[in-house]
């Protein structure tokens, strides 16, 4: 690791850094974008130029979802981790796709921040940080949460259980199957570079996504019917590095970079409800419809907050059965997203 | 001499059983896939983990196990106007650094890829698909030892190289360009 | 070392490495490996060697390498090209000018049901070089109108250079195929307009001509039916599948490969020999395209690594303010690369450098694509490097060298031709992608 510091600063004096960030994401991907560069931009004003960085956007070094493997074998210092891809990596960072009845990017964020930095030991005697970051030689700093995921079709209406039952839909992550399948909606897993043309073309009904994310893939022209009021949980992500690379950096350096991560996480969630209005605007000026859950026939809502208990049970059996403390993870996380300004369905308030 | 190119025949049987790996895993992928397609609009959902299992499971069984056997069959594209044209003596001397830069080459693949495959086992790396997680680990071995069978192939072409009266990228081309 | 000495090094052991006539795979394996190595020590290799033949190879998108190219063989194996160029022979009867467009057209139709040119090429060799020869075409002329017509597979959707286009640069697969169709088609007109100019001016080769007779055995009626029924077939299960959203273009490779072989069992063919010619051929196929993807993608690493793009950009900004210069420029390049280099290793070497000067130009990526499968597409006829010629040559003897005269001016007229009209008219390419969605 000092071998990449030495060389990537080009030869320079010795208490100047270059370090070498990557990301698999876009450079217009809002965490790259208003998480990632604001950071370590501003870490550079912070250190004076002590500390540069040399980044690699789009994949072109490393590619999501290998980026925690890259900082582990040096290929890269630093890089915007996204743990929920890599589940058998970090069993315990699906806890955000958790299904819960009200909550937005910036209760998502807050809540997402609270728990990686809680001091709440869970069953196992460990902080969440510890289980999944710390004991495995990473140091890092949550991003904000992506905005909430919903149900989008490209018309279907989610009005009566028989639609929702034929409803085919792309589920983007593990817990997204787990709740299609206890909504009665049918799985459709394909990559999501393909999912447009797919979807124009009437291969299936629908997505879960994140309405902020849609131009990303163009969602914003083919998504007709939005389903809000469920909030089918935040995607999370998390600059990381290895601990080592981290205990190498001086103080004052890393005193930088937790002054500038705190500084930029409000602004980069923010971000996305930006981004998140913009589109809702040109998708209802095209004429698309956005849906709240609660106006919809009760039995329609039972189904679906149904479906949001089952999920978190079924998430906790899962969890428990590898020896993960599933319980305590999931009112951790309950708790956390209450404190925030978020809602969940009863019976998950009297979980635990 | 004999005692190479016997023991190569033998070779050959191993090689022809990896490219028969490999011809019916991608049988088997089309018929995967055609399944999920039909899965998918008449039966109402994917096959779970469909485009996972397909690009994880199927792929590397497609590709690897043949290595060796394609290698072998010299169908591998190369720019070879050139090298046609040179004096035999600068060809041979060409020929022979090509095939140690390859040896060298090879044997750099085998050790990162097998270093990527321990470290795969260790952290035991598996793909989450259709609500639960499938073990991928035991797949990364697949890529060393494909590389590890190119190198005893180019280990038998330098063999070929240096018992024999021509030089060549191939066993076989060096068999026949050495018939009169 | 430095970053500037290092590239000099790599560039220059990377040329000699190609003259000496090395493995393409190998020499971007070495290039890159050497690169990361002077770049930045052994050690990077950990992450930026040791998982990418892995990783690249478990790719959903390139399971249409394998999954095409064994439709394409299938479809070969059941001898449906000999059966579609009886036809196309029966048609044409007497007229020289018609059989040779035909055979053209025959090219484009193959070429919807195949993936490369190559394969196409040399079952066109067998089949139509005789025929065209009867009826006074010169050896070389036969020649290189088969190798015309085989090219013909690596424009017209499906082709796996469009494939590892999109693969190489995120862009939908589906939409590349859309936008491939009337360029490819444009490709097929100019072939068949230089064909009939050779004919005018070189008139009827004596030595060839024969008294109009059956020269292919017949072919029974009903047989003829089925074939063309079921190629008929293969297409509309492709493409109508991919239209009415039945299948995404990566499954229209396997949807696309059971169709063939359904029709390979009706037509009768299926043995163990037809199974394992097919799964060998496809294999073949398969492994060397991916040889050439991972070492790609090795150098590509090293390219990222050192910052060649952005060097490069730096130093063009000139040139790139004027994007019908550098476009005119990049054809140049890709027109001679493609010479000499197999159309799938100079896609996968040379995106990592050229896409971000495309970006930074503002040209669409998309109609790129197609640009560059142009050119692509007639490299498999120029020489020294074409493999739908060495394909034609393998399979009727007459000499590569004399098919490459008129060849190339096959590729070069195309090539201008269809570039040309793709930068004054981009919807040529872009319209129909639009258009289905
Ligand atoms: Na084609
Ligand atoms: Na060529």
Request: glycine share 10%; net charge negative.
């Amino acid at each position: 690791l000092a071998v990449t510091a030495a060389c990537g600063s080009g030869g320079g004096s010795d208490d100047t850094v270059t370090l070498r960030v990557a990301t698999g994401l876009s450079e217009q991907h809002a965490w790259w974008s208003d998480s990632m560069v604001p950071w370590m931009d501003r870490v550079e004003e912070l250190t004076d130029g002590q500390v540069t960085f040399q980044s690699f956007t789009g994949g072109e070094l490393v590619e999501v979802p290998d980026e925690v493997e890259a900082i582990q074998n040096g290929t890269v210092d630093v890089a915007l981790i996204l743990p929920i891809y890599t589940p058998d990596q970090f069993p315990m960072a699906e806890v955000t796709m958790l299904p819960v009845s009200e909550s937005d990017t910036l209760i998502g964020s807050e809540a997402w921040r609270a728990l990686v930095e809680s001091d709440v030991e869970l069953g196992d005697g460990k902080t969440y940080y510890e289980s999944q970051f710390g004991d495995q030689g990473i140091k890092a700093f949550p991003v904000s949460t992506t905005q909430e995921y919903s149900i989008s079709t490209t018309g279907q209406e989610l009005d009566s259980v028989a639609a929702v039952q034929g409803l085919s839909l792309r589920t983007p992550s593990r817990i997204h199957e787990i709740y299609a399948s206890k909504i009665g909606v049918n799985s459709v897993t394909i990559p999501a570079v393909e999912m447009f043309d797919a979807l124009s073309r009437g291969a299936f009904d629908g997505s879960f996504y994140s309405v902020a994310d849609w131009s990303g893939y163009g969602f914003q022209d083919l998504f007709e019917y939005t389903l809000t009021g469920l909030d089918a949980g935040h995607f999370n992500g998390l600059i990381g590095m290895t601990q080592d690379r981290w205990d190498s950096l001086p103080a004052d350096v890393q005193d930088a970079m937790t002054q500038a991560h705190d500084e930029i996480f409000t602004p980069g969630a923010q971000e996305w409800v930006d981004r998140s209005d913009e589109m809702i605007e040109y998708n209802e000026e095209r004429g698309g419809q956005f849906v709240d859950l609660s106006t919809l026939d009760q039995s329609v809502q039972d189904l679906m907050l149904d479906g949001v208990e089952a999920t978190w049970q079924d998430y906790i059996d899962l969890l428990e059965a590898d020896g993960l403390p599933g319980t305590d993870v999931a009112t951790l996380w309950r708790d956390l997203l209450v404190e925030a300004g978020g809602s969940v369905p009863e019976p998950i308030q009297d979980l635990g | 001499m004999d005692r190479l190119t016997s023991a190569y025949r033998l070779w050959g049987g191993v090689k022809l059983a990896g490219a028969l790996v490999s011809g019916i895993a991608i049988f088997a992928m089309m018929l995967f896939i055609v399944a999920d397609v039909v899965s998918r609009n008449y039966l109402g959902g994917s096959i779970a983990g469909s485009f996972e299992v397909a690009q994880n499971y199927f792929m590397p069984l497609a590709v690897f196990p043949a290595l060796a056997y394609v290698y072998a069959a010299g169908v591998l594209p190369r720019m070879d106007l050139l090298r046609d044209r040179l004096p035999d003596a600068l060809r041979h001397a060409i020929t022979h650094v090509l095939v140690v830069l390859e040896v060298v080459l090879l044997v750099v693949l085998v050790h990162y890829t097998w270093v990527y495959a321990m470290s795969g086992m260790d952290r035991g790396v598996a793909f989450p698909a259709g609500g639960s997680l499938y073990t991928l680990w035991p797949l990364f071995f697949l890529v060393p030892v494909a590389f590890a069978m190119v190198l005893i192939e180019t280990l038998f072409v330098l063999g070929r190289n240096v018992l024999g009266s021509e030089v060549s990228l191939t066993f076989a081309e060096a068999q026949e360009e050495a018939r009169p | 070392m430095s970053e500037v000495l290092v590239i000099t090094v790599v560039v220059a052991g990377f040329a000699l490495l190609l003259l000496a006539g090395h493995y393409i795979h190998s020499v971007l394996l070495l290039a890159g490996v050497g690169g990361l190595v002077l770049l930045d020590g052994a050690a990077i290799l950990t992450g930026l060697l040791g998982p990418q033949p892995f990783a690249r190879t478990a790719s959903y998108t390139l399971t249409t390498i394998p999954l095409f190219v064994l439709m394409a063989q299938f479809i070969l194996q059941a001898d449906i090209v000999k059966d579609l160029f009886y036809v196309v022979n029966k048609i044409s009867r007497g007229s020289r000018g018609l059989l040779g467009s035909l055979t053209l057209l025959a090219g484009s139709m193959l070429g919807a049901v195949s993936g490369s040119g190559t394969a196409t090429a040399a079952s066109l060799g067998q089949v139509a070089v005789p025929e065209l020869r009867t009826n006074g075409y010169s050896p070389r002329l036969a020649g290189a109108v088969a190798a015309a017509a085989g090219s013909l597979s690596g424009i017209i959707p499906p082709s796996i250079i469009l494939i590892l286009y999109g693969v190489a640069t995120e862009t939908p697969v589906g939409d590349l195929f859309a936008a491939a169709i009337i360029p490819g088609l444009l490709v097929t007109a100019v072939f068949v307009v230089v064909m009939a100019v050779y004919l005018a001016r070189s008139g009827i080769d004596p030595a060839a001509l024969r008294p109009a007779e059956d020269t292919l055995p017949r072919i029974p009626r009903r047989r003829l039916v089925v074939s063309l029924t079921v190629s008929g077939l293969i297409v509309l299960v492709v493409f109508g599948g991919i239209y009415s959203g039945t299948v995404t273009p990566t499954e229209a490779g396997a949807v696309g490969a059971f169709t063939a072989f359904l029709a390979a069992l009706v037509l009768g063919k299926v043995s163990s020999r037809f199974l394992s010619t097919s799964l060998v051929e496809t294999v073949k196929v398969t492994v060397m395209v991916m040889l050439i993807l991972i070492g790609a993608q090795v150098f590509g690493r090293f390219v990222s690594l050192s910052l060649i793009p952005r060097r490069l950009i730096d130093a063009l900004e000139p040139i790139v303010e004027t994007p019908a210069l550098m476009l005119a420029i990049l054809a140049l390049v890709f027109f001679v690369l493609f010479m000499f280099i197999e159309g799938a290793a100079v896609i996968l070497m040379s995106v990592p450098v050229v896409l971000p000067i495309i970006e930074v130009m503002g040209v669409d990526v998309l109609w790129f694509g197609v640009f560059i499968a142009v050119i692509a597409s007639v490299g498999l006829i120029t020489p020294p490097v074409g493999l739908s010629v060495y394909a034609v040559s393998g399979a009727t003897g007459i000499s590569a060298g004399a098919i490459f005269r008129p060849a190339l001016v096959f590729a070069a007229a195309a090539a201008i031709v269809v570039c040309g009209l793709l930068v004054l008219f981009p919807g040529l390419a872009t319209w129909l992608p639009g258009a289905g969605t």
